[in-house]
């Protein structure tokens, strides 16, 4: 069986920060492209960081840009999201997912991920 479980979600203040997980079982994340989505109410969902397969490429959404970091521990089978200067707007579902392609790069295009988890609550609120 094909899984992926988010934790690490929570309540911070703004300017706080969060470290979510990702663990992968029934599969071994190397060479699986790996991305970060986020959904708020009414909203569609929305890609926050990926990072390919080879690991030799990365890209944020300019939301992102220079408050997160994505990071892959493949000894643990499991990636990581680095969340700092934490906003209000940054409140959501979020949700991670592979895919085998792309390997030599990486999408925030969902439809292009087979795999996904079932999400972590974060919410940025004083």
Known sequence: QLQLVESG?????PGGSLRLSCAASG???D????????QAPGKEREGV???????????????AKGRFTIS???????????????????TAVYY???????YYSCSLRASIFAYWG????VTVSS
């Open 31 to 38: 060479y699986y492209a790996i991305a970060w989505f986020r």
């Open 118 to 121: 079932q999400g972590a609550q």
């Open 96 to 102: 991670c997912a592979a895919d085998r392609r792309p």
């Open 49 to 63: 960081s990926c990072i390919s397969g080879s690991g030799g490429n990365i890209n944020f959404a300019d939301s």
């Open 9 to 13: 979600g929570g309540l911070v203040q």
């Open 72 to 90: 892959r521990d493949n000894a643990k089978n499991t990636v990581y999201l680095q969340m700092n200067s934490l906003k209000p707007e940054d």
């Open 27 to 29: 599969f071994t994340l």
